[in-house]
Structures are given as structure tokens and as C-alpha cells.
């Protein structure tokens, strides 16, 4: 199934497979977006990055790789309020692909509230409307894709916006990790027989049974991406948790509950993990590995920058190989659709 191209393009109706190929160029057009803005130009003493499934991603992800190399805490928030230290020195980037999700929008007026620093991270709505009204400045996205699709557009926009703001300096790893990611997809694309191609393999391996990704370090928002890629490509269950916490918890159901044979368990590793880290992962490895199924995937790359979205891109395919093999066009989300009208044009 998975080697013919014919059967991809029947179930891939509206051509996911052509928005996860753009990634690399999404990040090569966000920084001219984020670069004729007016920003706010004192040093703020925290980032507050808000926004909902797709669009909090890319925060996420920002936050694992960034907050060892800023001087002030950087938060990721997926809720519709601020934390009480959110005042005028937070700088609170907004970001909603569509521009009207509910609790970005609240953040938004609290973060107006609590005069923050507002940025906001949108392709339009009401969320660009609100920032023109009161002046903020927004970094505008081409508008038309699936928010999760816009992940390059989405992290690139927040990595350049720090960066812009003197927060930090991302130019050389982003430039490096966009070439990287370019290379590497084309072992992951449809062309390339199952046999050679890790994603296909993967897939395979995820298709009858339960996945649940482990992450540790920087792996922990790219092990949530694998999930909610799986969740709404594949139209599929999926979770994912953390290394060490694990070790002081799960570890336990995993060793005596008999339904651990229904999971496969992916887990994501770096060679430069430290040795308690390699340690507690062989550890989970061998235990889960007497139930479940289990898979490595080892990040390629220089920089931690690469080898964290060499991981995460490897996911994205995965998880549309994943809707191809379950006859899923991985594209719609009726479900999300229906929660929305239900719960907010009540
Ligand atoms: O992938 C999706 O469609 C969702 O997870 C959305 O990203 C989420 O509902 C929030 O919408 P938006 O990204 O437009 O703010």
C-alpha cells in the first residue's frame, strides 16, 4: 500500500503530503515577515508563548530548544488565561493560525488587561483585527493552510520575533536546520519504497497498535507533536510522555498492566544524551519492550536545533503514512469542527 503512489493520492484527497514537503521553505519566508514589523523594544523580563493545538506547537518547541540559551524564563501556555506575573515587562506573543480560536483571543485581552507587550502570530481573523485596532504588531502568515502545516511559518515566526528582540541569535542554526530538513525529507517522501524509508517503516509499525511517544530534554514538545500529528492525520488515538518522569510513575502500570501489548512505544533519542538519561531510556526501553512494541528513532543533525526537528519532521511523515495506511484523508478534522461550533457559537 504504502509504495504505491496511485493509492497515496487517492486517500491524501487535499495533498497534506505537498504541505509537510513546504516546511523547509516556510521557514525561509518567515524572516522578511518578522523583519519589517515595528517590535517592542525594551528588554522584557519574561515570554509568553499562547496559543492552541496546531498553533501552540511551534511556542512549545521554542521553549525546549531556547530556554538554556535566554537569560529570561520563556513560558508556553495553552489555556485562555495569563499567569499572575504577566505585567507590562512580559513580552506575550499570541499565536492563532486562523486568528479566532477562544482562548488565544482571551489571552489576548488579558494580556491587554495586564499591559503586556503584544505580538500577535496569525494569517488573519480576529485576532490580526484586534492588533490593528490597538496597534500591536502582528506577523502576518500566508493564510490557507491546516495550522498544524504551518509549523515551519509558526516556530520560525517566534524564533526570529526573540531574536529580532535581542533575546537571542537563531540565524546561524535556523539557516542550518533548513538546509538539513531539505536534505532529509527526501529519504521520508512517497517516492522512496518502504524498505529504505524510516517513516513508511514506522507507520507499519504503529498501524494495529496504540502509539505513545516518549521524549526527554528537548524532545518533550517534538514527542507532543508525533501525538496530536497522529491524533489528527491519522484520525488516530495517540500520547505521549516524558522521560525521566516516566521512570516515576508509568513505569509501573507498564510492568503490571496486560493491556501495555496493545501500545508501541517511540522513543526519541539523541547521541548526545547524557549518561543518566541514555541509562533511564535503556532501562524504559527493556521494560516496556517485555509488552509493548518498541522503536528508537535517533535525531540526526549537528545542532540541537537540527536534530530536534529532524525528529519531529520524521514524525509529520509518519503520521500521514499513518492516515494512508487507515484509508483516512489526513487533511479534514471534522472532529475539532464540530467541538468549535458546538462549544462556541452556543
Ligand atoms: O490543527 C488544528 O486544526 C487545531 O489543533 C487548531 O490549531 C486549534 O484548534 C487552534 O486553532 P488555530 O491554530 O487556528 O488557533
Known amino acids: 500500500m504504502l509504495d504505491d503512489i496511485k493509492k497515496i493520492h487517492a486517500v491524501d484527497k487535499s495533498n497534506m503530503l505537498a504541505v509537510i514537503s513546504s516546511l523547509p521553505s516556510q521557514i525561509d519566508r518567515t524572516k522578511s515577515l518578522v523583519s519589517r514589523l515595528d517590535l517592542p523594544k525594551q528588554n522584557p523580563s519574561s515570554v509568553i508563548v499562547s496559543g492552541m493545538g496546531g498553533s501552540s506547537v511551534g511556542g512549545e518547541l521554542i521553549r525546549d530548544w531556547l530556554s538554556d540559551k535566554m537569560h529570561i ?7 485562555s488565561g495569563l499567569p499572575r506575573f ?4 512580559t513580552l506575550a506573543i499570541m499565536v492563532s493560525y486562523s486568528g ?14 495586564r499591559g ?3 505580538v500577535g502570530v496569525t494569517s488573519g481573523g480576529r485576532l490580526e483585527k484586534l492588533c490593528r485596532s490597538r496597534d500591536f504588531p502582528c506577523i502576518l502568515l500566508p493564510p490557507g493552510m491546516p495550522p498544524r502545516g504551518a509549523i515551519g511559518y509558526l516556530f520560525s515566526s517566534i524564533a526570529y520575533l526573540l531574536q529580532e528582540t535581542a533575546l537571542v541569535r537563531v540565524e546561524e542554526d535556523m539557516r542550518e536546520a533548513r538546509g538539513f530538513l531539505e536534505e532529509i525529507q527526501h529519504g521520508w517522501t512517497a517516492n522512496v519504497e518502504a524498505k529504505n524509508n ?3 517503516k514506522i507507520a507499519k509499525l504503529l498501524e494495529k497498535r496504540t502509539p505513545i511517544i516518549y521524549g526527554h530534554t528537548f524532545y518533550n514538545a517534538v514527542a507532543r507533536r508525533w501525538k496530536t500529528q497522529i491524533n489528527e492525520n491519522a484520525k488516530t488515538l495517540a500520547w505521549n510522555s516524558e522521560i ?3 521512570t516515576h510513575n508509568e513505569i509501573e502500570g507498564w510492568a503490571r498492566d496486560s493491556r501495555g501489548k496493545k ?9 548526545h544524551e547524557n549518561n543518566v538519561t541514555r541509562n533511564q531510556v535503556k532501562v524504559a526501553v527493556e521494560m516496556l519492550g517485555k509488552k509493548a512494541k518498541t522503536h528508537e528513532v535517533w535525531a540526526q543533525g549537528t545542532t540541537i536545533l537540527s536534530r530536534m526537528l529532524h525528529n519531529m519532521y520524521l514524525g509529520d511523515y509518519v503520521s500521514f503514512y499513518l492516515a494512508v495506511l487507515k484509508g483516512v484523508d489526513p487533511m479534514p478534522v471534522h472532529a475539532i ?3 468549535k461550533k458546538k462549544v462556541y457559537s452556543a
Open 100 to 113: 479566532n480560536t477562544h482562548e488565544t483571543l482571551a489571552c489576548t485581552e488579558h494580556a491587554l488587561r
Open 86 to 89: 504577566a505585567g507590562p515587562d
Open 116 to 118: 503586556c507587550r503584544i
Open 263 to 271: 501500545f508501541a512505544a517511540i522513543f526519541l533519542r539523541d547521541r
Open 73 to 79: 524564563p520563556i513560558m508556553a501556555n495553552r489555556t
Open 244 to 246: 525521566p518522569e516516566m
Open 337 to 339: 469542527q464540530e467541538v
Open 198 to 200: 524510516e517513516a513508511k
